[in-house]
């Protein structure tokens, strides 16, 4: 009998071990996802293009142009590929940071609810022993 009662305190506490951990990684990526969300243009990852302005943008792109030495576009069309670029990069910012939200959301909450329960029949076992 005692030697089951050990196997499952091992595991009941290997089990909260896992879930605290879980927990602070999911935070971790939580965290980021909003941060990400308040200022996407500066998130990291993505193009390579510096949308913070137009400026850079129209510099990054007026280097590529001259070093492939093909259709130099008027500014209004620079303008609309920036435009376009920067809609795209706050979309795809905000589309990965919602789903990082809801995945570490559903992570958080199992984490502490495995918890809960491990460290309550946890507790149940010790009294049993006594």
Known sequence: MEKKTKIA?????AVCLTAVITFLISIT??????????????AWGGSDANLASYENFKVNAMESIQKESAY?????????????????????????????IMVT????????????????WMGRLRKAEL
Do not use: C
């Open 29 to 42: 990526g939580f965290v980021n996802a909003l941060i990400d969300m308040g200022d996407p243009l500066y």
């Open 105 to 120: 959301s559903l992570m958080i909450i199992l984490s502490i609810i495995l918890f809960v329960i491990h460290w309550s």
């Open 9 to 13: 305190q091992i595991y009941g506490y």
């Open 72 to 100: 130099i576009p008027d500014d209004n069309a620079l303008h609309e590929m920036y435009e376009a670029a920067k809609t795209d990069k706050i979309k795809k910012v905000e589309h990965n940071s919602r789903k990082t």
